[in-house]
């Protein structure tokens, strides 16, 4: 069935280094790849998302890379602070026309340390 | 409203009880789906609603029921669970439509549910 791979599952950093996520997906018909961040006892936010027309998409500290053919999709953050800390997720989607079922990878636990 | 809310906040029922989960959005989105997340865990996809109508149930047990009166309005009713159905109920909201690319999901601040 459909699955998407997340690493790590934890990722300590020094504030102001770079922090990278990578998911890889199996659904070669995956269109659609939002990446989540959940502070703890929050709601998930969308903070970046790519479509499979595109190959990369920066949102100043942040950029999400895609390779279709590899079918990964990665998370960048660069000078990264300790609000930067949380759980982040991504997903993927076919995008169909009747449905938005997101298949989420299983989170990657951020820990910025000032 | 940009929003997506949810009521109530907190929630601790017992396992003989009769509850219900409310979301609201009025942003127009005709998309609505209910997922369940337990702790360090991704959400995890219960039921969706397009245009009012079911359309993903994931096999979910009976004593979830969803109901969507309107096009604003999601509800999810409990009956009768078990203490491992206690987590965190989200609800989520997108827009819709034939033939248009996927949109994003807008995720509520969720319900806490215990279940003694």
């Known amino acids: 069935g459909e699955n998407v791979e997340q690493h790590p599952s934890t990722l300590s950093v020094q504030e102001g280094d770079s922090a990278v996520i990578k998911c890889t997906y199996s659904?070669?018909?995956?269109?659609?790849f939002p990446w989540y961040k959940q502070e703890l006892g929050k709601r998930p936010q969308l903070i970046i998302d790519i479509r499979s027309n595109v190959g990369e998409k920066k949102d100043q500290r942040i950029a999400v890379t895609l390779n279709k053919t590899a079918k990964h999709f990665s998370l960048h953050i660069t000078e990264t602070q300790p609000e930067d800390s949380a759980v982040y997720f991504c997903a993927a989607s076919k995008g169909s026309s009747n449905t938005g079922k997101l298949i989420f990878g299983q989170g990657t636990t951020l820990q910025v340390k000032p | 409203d940009t929003e997506v809310t949810q009521t109530p906040k907190h929630l601790v029922m017992g396992m003989t009880n009769k509850k219900s989960l409310k979301c609201e959005q009025h942003m127009g989105h005709r998309a609505m789906y209910w997922y369940k997340q337990k702790a360090k865990k991704p959400p995890e996809l219960m039921f969706v609603y397009s245009y009012e109508k079911l359309s993903i149930n994931e096999s979910v047990p009976s004593r979830f029921s969803p109901e969507c009166p309107n096009s604003s309005l999601l509800n999810l009713h409990l009956h009768a669970l078990q203490p491992e159905d206690s987590a965190l109920y989200l609800c989520a909201s997108s827009q819709e439509g034939s033939g248009r690319a996927y949109n994003e999901q807008f995720f509520g601040p969720g319900t806490r549910l215990t279940v003694l």
């Open positions: 659904d070669s018909a995956s269109n659609y």
